[in-house]
C-alpha cells in the first residue's frame, strides 16, 4: 500500500445535515475508513469509534496554534489514539479467541483470511499511531499545524478534518499528483 493510500485511509470527520444546527460534528475516530464515502474497505466500519469534539472556534484576531489551539488538537490527538489502542487490544483478544477453533479445513482457510485481514487493520492502525504521536510531539514542540514543506499554516479546518496532515493542502494535492506520475 502506497503512502497515499495510508493517509487516505485516515478520512474521518464529517458534517452531517441533520446536526448542522448545533453545530455538531460527528468525527469518527478510527483506523479504518468511515464517513460518507463509500469505499470496499469500509466492511470493518462496525469496529470504528466516534465522538464528539466541538470543532474550534476561533476568535477573529486570534492568533494561530496559541496555547488554546494546540491544547484543543491536543485533546483530539489523544482522544483518537485511545481510541485506536482500545482498538487494537480487541483485535487481539479476538484473534486469540478465535484460534483454534475451527478444526474444519475450509474454516481454517477463513479464519486464516480473517486474521490476515485483522493484521493489516493493525498494521494501518500502528502507522496511525506513529503518526498520532508525532504530531503530539510537533504540538510539544510548537511546531503543529505548519507545512513541512513550504511552512505556511496548514489552517484550523483542514487540521480538523485531518488531525495528523502535515503538509499543506497545495503540497499534499501536488505530492499526490507526482505519486500518480510515479507509479504510471
Ligand atoms: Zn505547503
Excluded at 487516505?8 to 446536526?19: C, I, L, P, S, Y
Excluded at 470543532?55 to 477573529?60: D, I, L, R, V
Excluded at 496554534?65 to 489514539?81: G, S
Amino acid at each position: 500500500m502506497s503512502a497515499t493510500n495510508v493517509e487516505q485511509h485516515e478520512v474521518r470527520g464529517m458534517v452531517t445535515d441533520n446536526t448542522k444546527n448545533d453545530q455538531k460534528r460527528d468525527l469518527k475516530l478510527s483506523g479504518q475508513v468511515v464517513g460518507s464515502l463509500p469505499d470496499s474497505t469500509s466492511a470493518q466500519a462496525h469496529e470504528s469509534m466516534s465522538m464528539t469534539i466541538e470543532p474550534y472556534q476561533a476568535g477573529a484576531d486570534e492568533a494561530y496554534m496559541n496555547k488554546e489551539q494546540r491544547d484543543h488538537f491536543k485533546k483530539i490527538l489523544l482522544q483518537w489514539k485511545k481510541n485506536l489502542m482500545e482498538e487494537a487490544d480487541r483485535t487481539v483478544t479476538d484473534m486469540k479467541d478465535e484460534a483454534n477453533h475451527f478444526p474444519d479445513p475450509t474454516d481454517r482457510a477463513t479464519q486464516e483470511e480473517e486474521f490476515s485481514l485483522k493484521l493489516r487493520t493493525r498494521d494501518r492502525e500502528r502507522k496511525l499511531i506513529k503518526k498520532i504521536d508525532e504530531a503530539l510531539q510537533a504540538i510539544q514542540d510548537e511546531e503543529y499545524g505548519y507545512c513541512e514543506v513550504c511552512g505556511i499554516e496548514i489552517g484550523i479546518q483542514r487540521l480538523e478534518a485531518r488531525p495528523t496532515a502535515t503538509q499543506c493542502i497545495d503540497c499534499k494535492t501536488l505530492a499526490e499528483i507526482k505519486e500518480r506520475q510515479r507509479s504510471r
